[in-house]
């Protein structure tokens, strides 16, 4: 059964970083992309970008472009998403999600990065 | 605003049949396949349906996707206040290499 665990909340000042990870189990890490979407409070989902953990090969929102990376650590299965220079429209759950073949097949249960002086 | 229009409520009864619609464009339904996902209130969201209308294991059959040209719809039959939730439409935009998402519907059980 596949598993994708994040951490926890954070809170974050504005103009610092986050980091998010997803540690993965029940499948073969290497073998599915993995996406991190958000959703800010009482808004919809909002797609930011992907990585292949075999080659680490990325791709970006042009939103998100400049601010974010998409990381793996494939010895300990786990995906990190790290969103800088934070604003207070970052204020959102952040999710990070398992593509099966362009669908997003398992999700996170989401980690709350809350940005705020 | 989304890319992909859906209806940002919908509401039903027990038992009724219920049609959320996604309308987009030949660049992204018209050419991708649409995947459907369900957000209960506080959880993450679920894939709900795949490749417009494929249900993944465990998907109960009273869930169903369609799609036509360049429109999607997700119906549920036989409606249960356990479907109360937020509906997302979603498909592979080939200039993004991602997914575009749809602003979502919330489905109310009356």
């Known amino acids: 059964q596949v598993h994708l665990v994040q951490s926890g909340a954070e809170v974050k000042k504005p103009g610092a970083s986050v980091r998010v990870s997803c540690k993965t189990s029940g499948y073969t890490f290497t073998d599915s992309h993995m996406h991190w979407v958000r959703q800010a409070p009482g808004q919809g989902l909002e797609w930011m970008g992907w990585i292949n953990p075999k080659t680490g090969s990325t791709n970006y929102a042009q939103k998100f472009q400049g601010r974010i990376t998409l990381t793996t650590d494939t010895s300990i299965r786990t995906a990190y998403m790290e969103l800088s220079r934070l604003r207070s429209d970052d204020t959102a759950v952040y999710y990070c999600?398992?593509?099966?073949?362009?669908?997003?097949?398992?999700w996170g249960q989401g980690a709350l990065v809350t940005v705020s002086s | 605003q989304s890319v992909l229009t859906q209806p940002p409520s919908a509401s039903g009864t027990p038992g009724q049949r219920v049609t959320i619609s996604c309308s987009g464009s030949?660049?992204?339904?018209?050419?991708?396949?649409v995947n459907w996902y369900q957000q209960l209130p506080g959880t993450a969201p679920t894939l709900l349906i795949y490749?417009?209308?494929q249900r993944p294991s465990g998907v109960p059959d009273r869930f169903s996707g369609s799609k036509s040209g360049t429109s999607a719809s997700l119906a549920i039959s036989g409606l249960r206040s356990e479907d109360e939730a937020d509906y997302y439409c979603a498909v592979w935009d080939d200039s993004l290499y991602g997914p575009v998402f749809g602003g979502g519907t919330k489905l109310t059980v009356l």
């Open positions: 030949s660049s992204n339904i018209g050419s991708n396949t």
């Open positions: 490749s417009d209308y």
């Open positions: 999600a398992r593509d099966r073949w362009r669908d997003l097949a398992n």
